[in-house]
């Protein structure tokens, strides 16, 4: 008996479902981009896996952390409101698929 507070089972297996249900992102930055990619042009998953911004296997999300200067479209990815739009008023698009 805990005198009133949550059982531990309780607590353990909130813990257990929760950590199952989310979804680790790597982040890249539209800094980011713009170092690695100061041309524009199309970006995959692929294209940022080479140049090393993240690891392959994990799923990719764009924060809108700087500035875009150049057309970049984007493919494969999930982004912020703010990254689509900084890359959108660039000139570029961002797809999911």
Same mark, same amino acid.
């Given at each position: 008996?805990?005198?009133?507070?949550?059982?531990?089972?309780?607590?353990?297996?909130?813990?257990?479902?929760?950590?199952?249900?989310?979804? *680790?992102?790597?982040?890249?930055?539209?800094?980011?981009?713009?170092?690695?990619?100061?041309?524009?042009? *199309?970006?995959?998953?692929?294209?940022?896996?080479?140049?090393?911004?993240?690891?392959?296997?994990?799923?990719?999300?764009?924060?809108?952390?700087?500035?875009?200067?150049?057309?970049?479209?984007?493919?494969?990815?999930?982004?912020?409101?703010?990254?689509?739009?900084?890359?959108?008023?660039?000139?570029?698009?961002?797809?999911?698929?």
């Amino acid at each position: 008996f805990e005198g009133g507070q949550l059982p531990l089972y309780m607590r353990f297996r909130s813990c257990v479902a929760s950590r199952a249900v989310q979804k *680790e992102y790597q982040v890249v930055n539209v800094a980011a981009l713009a170092e690695l990619f100061p041309q524009g042009g *199309e970006i995959t998953v692929a294209d940022l896996v080479a140049k090393g911004a993240v690891r392959d296997g994990y799923p990719v999300k764009v924060l809108g952390d700087g500035e875009v200067s150049a057309a970049y479209t984007i493919k494969g990815v999930k982004a912020s409101a703010s990254a689509k739009s900084k890359i959108e008023a660039a000139g570029g698009s961002i797809s999911e698929d």
